[in-house]
Nanobody, 121 residues
Framework: QVQLVESGGGSVQAGGSLRLSCGAS????????MGWYRQALGKEREWVTT???????YYTDSVKGRFAISRDNAKNTLFLEMNSLKPEDTGVYYC???????????????WGQGTRVTVSS
């Protein structure tokens, strides 16, 4: 099957930076869009950013100008550069890949297990 594994989370002070990575492995024929979501304690998971296979990027308003998503298609790896972090960025960050495992089959969503980001004031 397909596995997505995030890394790079941690604890930083407000104004600091972190770089998250997400590696996809397994039975991957092709990967369409990939993205990052986050979930704060007691809140629903929310979309943060998406990148298409052709590197078009989209961001939720609260992270525009501070976060940058990128990907390495050859290595099936997704990145999230997070700068000027704020306490409200705290949460568990999940990567999602829209992946085709078998030619001719519809793409499916695959999720990682998440990596925790804590931003202190």
């Amino acid at each position: 099957q397909v596995q997505l594994v995030e890394s790079g989370g941690g604890s930083v002070q407000a104004g600091g930076s972190l770089r998250l990575s997400c590696g996809a492995s397994g039975r991957i024929f092709s990967t369409s869009s990939m993205g990052w979501y986050r979930q704060a304690l007691g809140k629903e998971r929310e979309w943060v950013t998406t990148i298409s296979r052709t590197a078009n990027t989209y961001y939720t308003d609260s992270v525009k100008g501070r976060f940058a998503i990128s990907r390495d298609n050859a290595k099936n790896t997704l990145f999230l550069e997070m700068n000027s972090l704020k306490p409200e960025d705290t949460g568990v960050y999940y990567c999602k890949g829209v992946i085709v495992t078998t030619p001719g089959m519809a793409p499916l969503d695959y999720w990682g297990q998440g990596t925790r980001v804590t931003v202190s004031s």
